[in-house]
């Protein structure tokens, strides 16, 4: 079975950095886009950006120039660098990726279990 596992979370001080990486694992045949994610109570999960399997990267506004995403098509991994963090960006980030399982016809979108990022002021 396909799963996707966070890891880096935490808190840390406004102006600070945290690394988020996340790993797919299970019976893989190919893996597409993947992502980041993010959500805070009462409201609609985010885009915070995403990385297609060439490395070709978008991000949200909000976060340009002060977060990058890469990826390690080998180990197939995700990881989401985010510096100068603002309290804001507290949030619970989700790793999304499009996964071709072994032996599938079509991609699954897969979601990691969220990882939390609290930054104080």
């Known amino acids: 079975q396909v799963q996707l596992v966070e890891s880096g979370g935490g808190l840390v001080q406004a102006g600070g950095s945290l690394r988020l990486s996340c790993r797919a694992s299970?019976?893989?045949?190919?893996?597409?886009?993947m992502g980041w994610y993010r959500q805070v109570p009462g409201k609609q999960r985010e885009l915070v950006g995403t990385?297609?399997?060439?490395?070709?990267?978008n991000y949200a506004e909000s976060v340009k120039g002060r977060f990058t995403i890469s990826r390690d098509n080998a180990l197939n991994t995700v990881n989401l660098q985010m510096n100068s963090l603002k309290p804001e960006d507290t949030a619970v980030y989700y790793c999304?990726?499009?996964?071709?399982?072994?032996?599938?016809?079509?991609?699954?979108?897969?979601w990691g279990q969220g990882t939390q990022v609290t930054v104080s002021p």
């Open positions: 299970g019976f893989i045949s190919s893996i597409n886009a």
């Open positions: 999304n990726a499009d996964i071709l399982g072994a032996g599938a016809v079509r991609l699954i979108d897969y």
């Open positions: 990385i297609t399997h060439g490395g070709r990267t």
